[in-house]
């Protein structure tokens, strides 16, 4: 069974930095993406960063030149290291998995982290 199991998150101060890391673990599944999604209170989920199998990354505006999306494709891990945070950055983030499995009835499927708490506020 596949589980994504995310950290890194918590309060920093405006114009800090976190790094937060999830993790997918299970057998027969390869990666297709990943990335990173948010949601602040009252709003809907929304991508933040994305990485494809390939490298290839693509970033929401807000947070481009600031956040960085990269993946460990031997720990089967992904990242997203974000500097000088604003307030406006503050939300649940979450880590979602876009998976090939092998040996099952769905051949693609996606899957979510549990979500990690990211608050900037001085």
């Known amino acids: 069974q596949v589980q994504l199991v995310e950290s890194g998150g918590g309060l920093v101060q405006p114009g800090g930095s976190l790094r937060l890391s999830c993790a997918v673990s299970?057998?027969?599944?390869?990666?297709?993406?990943m990335g990173w999604y948010r949601q602040a209170p009252g709003k809907q989920r929304a991508l933040v960063a994305q990485?494809?199998?390939?490298?290839?990354?693509r970033y929401v505006d807000s947070v481009k030149g600031r956040f960085t999306i990269s993946r460990d494709n031997a720990k089967n891990t992904v990242y997203l290291q974000m500097n000088s945070l604003k307030p406006e950055d503050t939300a649940v983030y979450y880590c979602?998995?876009?998976?090939?499995?092998?040996?099952?009835?769905?051949?693609?499927?996606?899957?979510w982290g549990q979500g990690t708490q990211v608050t900037v506020s001085s």
């Open positions: 990485i494809t199998s390939s490298s290839n990354t």
């Open positions: 979602n998995a876009d998976l090939y499995l092998y040996g099952s009835t769905i051949p693609r499927d996606e899957y």
């Open positions: 299970g057998s027969h599944f390869s990666i297709a993406a």
